[in-house]
């Protein structure tokens, strides 16, 4: 198949560091090639791919402080409606800025829901049954009634590149996109009450550049708090595979979290409050707890040790595997592309 995918274009594929949209989608690319298929990446200049890229942008946007920032999305939808009958489908990754464009694009387009649904982004896209929308999770699914989801397909990883580790380190670990939504605050709450070493990494956006300076670094001692600032790839698998566990206590109902997966491919457990799609990630007593408070997170550290990190390990294996993921977003090309032949 000839297949277009259409990257955000605020992080390069992959991310340096944050952005979990954007290395599934370096994994979804990659993959793709590798079975044969024409693959082209539209993204910015800085990414790397095994697909064709089309830059749109010398280097990714949070990089390149524009002063116009979405006018660059603009050039990337010129560029993609002058090349369209070059592909037999369009894979969508950006999802409310693709719309409104979709009216002017011929192939047919799957675009993969990768963040929460607002009341904003659920009248917005219930304007669109042209396109075939992608859940990440039930929990999603469940909370988009009138969207066009044709399928709920979960994350998976390239399992190759999360060394199982059964011997860990005496530390708990957070690690994401710092902000008061992330659960970072409650994090070190847990930490704290529970007497233990917390690694703090993640990246700090502008916008809440007050917030990690007033409200979370006054409680950074560097010694059972530490903050390590954010973490590349390598660096990012060697805090996770040598936590003893990992705390998400988001304050957000999540649509999947990466992150979580990541974690439990190394053999590391998840503590995690149960919202969003945690449940389907999480097996409570498992692979990791499930709680609803502060306090039964702490309960819940004393209990890490009971999870067998093998277990952890086997549950990412048989069921958020990057092949996985690649099979079904492949036989639903397939699928849409016939019900398209069988109308012509």
Request: glycine content about 6%; overall charge positive.
């Amino acid at each position: 198949m000839r297949i277009a995918q259409l990257a955000p274009l605020w992080i390069p594929v992959p991310p340096y560091t944050y952005g979990g949209t954007e290395l599934v989608i370096s994994w979804l690319c990659d993959e793709l090639v590798r079975r044969g298929h024409e693959v082209t990446l539209f993204a910015t200049g800085d990414s790397k791919t095994k697909a064709k890229l089309v830059s749109i942008w010398p280097t990714s946007l949070w990089r390149a402080n524009l002063k116009s920032p979405h006018a660059v999305f603009s050039l990337m939808y010129l560029k993609l409606i002058e090349m369209q009958d070059q592909f037999d489908i369009i894979h969508d990754h950006c999802e409310f800025y693709t719309c409104p464009y979709s009216k002017f694009l011929k192939p047919p387009i799957v675009t993969t829901l990768h963040h929460p649904l607002t009341e904003e982004t659920i009248t917005l896209y219930k304007k669109f049954p042209n396109i075939n929308f992608v859940a990440i999770s039930n929990h999603q699914r469940k909370h988009g009634p009138g969207i066009n989801i044709v399928k709920r397909i979960y994350h998976g990883l390239p399992l190759e590149k999360y060394p199982f580790n059964d011997r860990p380190k005496d530390y708990l670990l957070w690690l994401s996109r710092i902000g008061p939504d992330k659960g970072i605050a409650e994090a070190i709450d847990i930490a704290k009450l529970s007497g233990e070493k917390l690694i703090i990494s993640g990246n700090i956006l502008p916008q809440y550049a007050d917030y990690f300076e007033f409200r979370i670094k006054p409680l950074i001692d560097g010694k059972k708090i530490q903050f390590v600032g954010a973490s590349d790839f390598p660096k990012k698998i060697e805090l996770f595979r040598n936590a003893k566990a990992f705390l998400f206590p988001v304050k957000r109902p999540e649509p999947f979290g990466l992150v979580v997966i990541e974690a439990m491919a190394c053999g590391t457990p998840v503590i995690a409050f149960r919202q969003g799609s945690m449940p389907e990630l999480i097996q409570d007593g498992k692979t990791g707890f499930l709680v609803s408070s502060v306090e039964e997170a702490c309960q819940a550290v004393k209990k890490i040790e009971k999870i067998k990190r093998i277990d952890c390990r086997k549950w990412i294996e048989e069921n958020f595997n990057l092949r996985r993921m690649v099979n079904r977003y492949e036989k639903l090309y397939k699928k849409i592309l016939r019900k398209k032949n069988e109308k012509t």
